[in-house]
């Protein structure tokens, strides 16, 4: 069993950053591969990053290439999604959640625990 919770959300103005955590609880965190999504209002949730369980592979959804970088922490349990040069159109509420042994990081019924999503919130 995995528990996982999302912090560093809020509202950032067009163009600034902002830096999401997700930390897990349990032993076997460094087992699993992590990913993070988005579910924008009246929109399906839809990948965004990922990051195999070493850490020595990463994906990202065409949208935020270049923009965003996923990293994590096996010591600290904790995920990161980094996010620069923020537009409007990445409100959204984002979760992170873990698989224990996707075949592809962006597939979303791959992952078997879900965090409870926090707030981001892009001005234009």
């Known amino acids: 069993q995995v528990q996982l919770v999302e912090s560093g959300g809020g509202l950032v103005q067009a163009g600034g950053s902002l830096r999401l955590s997700c930390a897990a609880s349990?032993?076997?965190?460094?087992?699993?591969?992590m990913g993070w999504f988005r579910q924008a209002p009246g929109k399906e949730r839809e990948f965004v990053a990922g990051?195999?369980?070493?850490?020595?592979?990463?994906s990202y959804a065409h949208p935020v290439k270049d923009r965003f970088t996923i990293s994590r922490d096996n010591a600290k349990n904790t995920v990161y999604l980094q996010m620069n040069s923020l537009k409007p159109e990445d409100t959204a509420v984002y979760y992170c959640?873990?698989?224990?042994?996707?075949?592809?990081?962006?597939?979303?019924?791959?992952?078997?625990?879900w965090g409870q999503g926090t707030q981001v919130t892009v001005s234009s």
């Open positions: 959640a873990a698989a224990r042994n996707p075949q592809a990081l962006a597939v979303i019924r791959a992952y078997d625990y």
């Open positions: 349990g032993r076997t965190f460094s087992t699993y591969a």
């Open positions: 990051i195999r369980w070493s850490g020595s592979f990463t």
